[in-house]
C-alpha cells in the first residue's frame, strides 16, 4: 500500500516493511496467484450484503518527485514569449524580394 500511495520505486521502500526485494516478490506472488483478486470478490460480496462502501479516490494518489518531468535546476518552467525570444531567428527572410516585369510582359 505504501508503494501504491506514495508513487515510489520499490528500491525506496522503508526498511520498516522489511527488505523491499523481499516485499515486492511476495507481492507479485500474491498477485500471480489471485489473493488480490479474492480480495476484491470479499469486499465487493460485502458490499452486496451492508449495501454500503467505503470508497478510495485515485486523486490522493501523488507521483513521485522524481516523475514530475522538470529539469534539474529548472526553478520554473519558461512562458511561451520567453521561449519565442530565445530561440534564433528564423533561416528564410519574411518576404521575397519582387521580380520587375518588363513592360512588353
Known amino acids: 500500500m505504501w508503494i501504491a500511495r506514495t508513487g515510489a520505486q520499490w528500491r525506496h521502500l522503508p526498511e520498516e516493511y522489511g527488505k523491499w526485494n523481499s ?11 489471485g489473493v488480490f483478486d479474492a480480495m476484491l470478490e470479499t469486499l465487493a460480496g460485502a458490499v452486496e450484503r451492508d449495501g454500503r462502501a467505503d470508497m478510495i479516490d485515485s486523486t490522493v494518489i501523488r507521483a513521485h518527485h522524481c516523475a514530475v518531468g522538470i529539469k534539474k535546476g529548472l526553478a520554473r518552467p519558461r512562458r511561451l514569449a520567453d521561449r519565442a525570444a530565445a530561440l ?4 528564410t527572410p519574411a518576404a521575397m524580394p519582387e521580380v520587375a516585369r518588363s513592360p512588353s510582359s
Open 23 to 33: 516485499v515486492f516478490r511476495c507481492y507479485r506472488r500474491w498477485a500471480t496467484t
Open 88 to 91: 534564433p531567428p528564423n533561416s
